[in-house]
């Protein structure tokens, strides 16, 4: 099991890197706006680390004109550690370390400053959180062996970004969206009544999770493995004490239970919206076919390409998506703020992307792109802003099922490597960029 809790946290970083870490291709050619660094000097002084005792870091693009006091703060994701040795590994990478972070951010999709690539957030301040925790910016302890020290520091960093924000113009917000996509998408569910709290009682405060409905599954193997995942998580890095309180209540004694987003949702007081694949591409490999869950490889060529599943598999994947709407039956029926974007593409993270968040073939529900969607969400011009799509194969506006840079690979010294599909070099590429 430690063997496949380290594969799924070096796999989920890269997962994530493909989709949302790389300067994505923009179908408008438009390039996309690179923007700086800031290293959070304050950090310091409230025990704020990344795991390996750098400071913590922020992208922060300014607004303009009618967007000046609006603020959009995206999570960045990148998987999770569970274990000291695991977590060791990333502290020696940019997951872990802003030492080894590139500089300079590439902003597109929903943090675009093109009004036709980006139409209702385009001249917000936009904000991108880099992640160096390892546990969706929760976490609040450290180990140590005399020698060295690994920082679980991530609750800590949340809020040493959001105290340096606030004199920057955060603490006069008018509007704000807090979003986050993969790792940060979970996040974002972690943290969003907590951001309502730091801001004025005039703000119009919302929340949007883009890949973070991680689903307590059980696997093809009949296994809890996301579920082991996080518990381990949550001990590890000290993450119970700073989960809702009154999740945690209600699921003991498992309170690791609320570490999964359909376990807190209801939970959740500020206004929420819902963006995810119903056949999400990390979860359907890491949550319903994890490598342990199928040791022979029977999966590999289902995995590589939906079209080659046989009846048994796509059945699978079809009771996936039905667990995952039956997690959000209660909110789509309830909730009279929230909103929802449910797509069958094969996908993971579709908002940082300009392909796929607003581009002549983005993806489609009714029509409706998914920065139309959320927009309508966002400035209430619709009543009920909630789309479900129809079970796959039937959506023809999803143009990459399961590309080949979404199959499982590793680093190239992780454990296991060869006995995990292709697509290794755009992994390995990206984790030395």
């Given at each position: 099991?430690?063997?496949?809790?380290?594969?799924?946290?070096?796999?989920?970083?890269?997962?994530?890197?493909?989709?949302?870490?790389?300067?994505?291709?923009?179908?408008?050619?438009?390039?996309?706006?690179?923007?700086?660094?800031?290293?959070?000097?304050?950090?310091?002084?409230?025990?704020?680390?990344c795991?390996?005792?750098?400071?913590?870091?922020y992208?922060?693009?300014?607004?303009?004109?009618?967007?000046?006091?609006?603020?959009?703060?995206?999570?960045?994701?990148?998987?999770?550690?569970?274990?000291?040795?695991?977590?060791?590994d990333?502290?020696?990478?940019h997951?872990?370390?802003?030492?080894?972070?590139?500089?300079?951010?590439?902003?597109?999709?929903?943090?675009?400053?093109?009004?036709s690539?980006?139409?209702?957030?385009?001249?917000?301040?936009?904000v991108?959180?880099?992640?160096?925790?390892?546990?969706?910016?929760a976490?609040?302890?450290?180990?140590?062996?005399?020698?060295?020290?690994?920082?679980?520091?991530?609750?800590?960093?949340?809020?040493?970004?959001?105290?340096?924000?606030?004199?920057?113009?955060?603490?006069?917000?008018?509007?704000?969206?807090?979003?986050?996509?993969?790792?940060?998408?979970?996040?974002?569910?972690?943290?969003?009544?907590?951001?309502?709290?730091?801001?004025?009682?005039?703000?119009?405060?919302?929340?949007?999770?883009?890949?973070?409905?991680?689903l307590?599954?059980?696997?093809?193997?009949?296994?809890?493995?996301?579920?082991?995942?996080?518990?381990?998580?949550?001990?590890?890095?000290?993450?119970?004490?700073?989960?809702?309180?009154?999740?945690?209540r209600?699921?003991?004694?498992?309170?690791?239970?609320?570490f999964?987003?359909?376990?807190?949702?209801?939970?959740?007081?500020?206004?929420?919206?819902?963006?995810?694949?119903?056949?999400?591409?990390f979860?359907?490999?890491?949550?319903?076919?994890?490598?342990?869950?199928?040791?022979?490889?029977?999966?590999?060529?289902?995995?590589?390409?939906?079209?080659?599943?046989?009846?048994?598999?796509?059945d699978?994947l079809?009771?996936?998506?039905?667990?995952?709407l039956?997690?959000?039956?209660?909110?789509?029926?309830?909730?009279?703020?929230?909103?929802?974007?449910?797509?069958?593409?094969?996908?993971?993270?579709?908002?940082?992307?300009?392909?796929?968040?607003?581009s002549?073939t983005?993806?489609?529900?009714?029509?409706?792109?998914?920065?139309?969607?959320?927009?309508?969400?966002y400035?209430?011009?619709?009543?009920?802003?909630?789309?479900?799509?129809?079970?796959?194969?039937?959506?023809?506006?999803?143009?990459?099922?399961?590309?080949?840079?979404?199959?499982?690979?590793?680093?190239?010294?992780?454990?296991?490597?060869?006995?995990?599909?292709?697509?290794?070099?755009?992994?390995?590429?990206?984790?030395?960029?």
């Open positions: 099991m430690k063997t496949t809790t380290r594969l799924l946290d070096l796999t989920a970083a890269m997962v994530l890197l493909v989709y949302a870490g790389l300067s994505p291709p923009i179908v408008s050619g438009d390039p996309g706006r690179r923007v700086s660094m800031t290293l959070v000097r304050g950090a310091a002084a409230l025990g704020a680390f795991l390996d005792g750098s400071l913590p870091a992208h922060l693009d300014r607004g303009f004109g009618a967007g000046s006091d609006n603020w959009l703060l995206q999570f960045e994701g990148g998987g999770w550690c569970n274990d000291v040795p695991s977590c060791r990333r502290s020696k990478t997951r872990g370390s802003t030492r080894f972070m590139t500089k300079t951010a590439v902003f597109t999709g929903i943090l675009s400053n093109n009004a690539l980006n139409p209702d957030f385009y001249n917000w301040n936009k991108r959180l880099r992640y160096c925790d390892g546990a969706s910016f976490g609040d302890t450290q180990v140590g062996n005399g020698t060295s020290m690994l920082y679980f520091r991530g609750q800590r960093i949340w809020n040493a970004i959001i105290l340096d924000l606030l004199p920057k113009g955060l603490a006069k917000a008018d509007k704000a969206l807090l979003t986050g996509c993969s790792a940060g998408g979970l996040s974002t569910f972690l943290h969003c009544d907590n951001f309502t709290s730091y801001l004025p009682k005039t703000a119009d405060v919302k929340c949007m999770s883009d890949a973070g409905f991680f307590d599954a059980i696997d093809v193997a009949s296994n809890r493995t996301m579920r082991h995942f996080y518990n381990q998580l949550v001990s590890l890095q000290g993450v119970q004490k700073n989960l809702d309180p009154n999740c945690t209600a699921f003991y004694p498992e309170p690791s239970l609320c999964f987003p359909q376990y807190a949702l209801r939970f959740i007081k500020t206004p929420m919206f819902i963006l995810n694949s119903a056949y999400d591409v979860q359907f490999h890491h949550g319903l076919v994890p490598p342990s869950a199928d040791p022979t490889g029977r999966w590999n060529r289902c995995k590589l390409n939906v079209t080659a599943c046989n009846p048994h598999q796509l699978a079809q009771g996936f998506r039905t667990d995952m039956g997690a959000l039956m209660n909110f789509f029926r309830n909730s009279t703020r929230g909103g929802m974007f449910i797509n069958s593409c094969f996908d993971h993270c579709q908002s940082a992307l300009q392909e796929t968040w607003l002549p983005s993806p489609r529900i009714h029509n409706m792109t998914i920065a139309n969607t959320v927009g309508d969400w400035f209430g011009r619709g009543e009920d802003v909630k789309e479900i799509d129809c079970p796959y194969p039937c959506d023809k506006t999803c143009h990459n099922l399961i590309p080949a840079s979404t199959t499982d690979s590793l680093a190239p010294n992780a454990p296991d490597r060869k006995s995990l599909g292709t697509g290794s070099q755009v992994f390995q590429n990206d984790l030395i960029s």
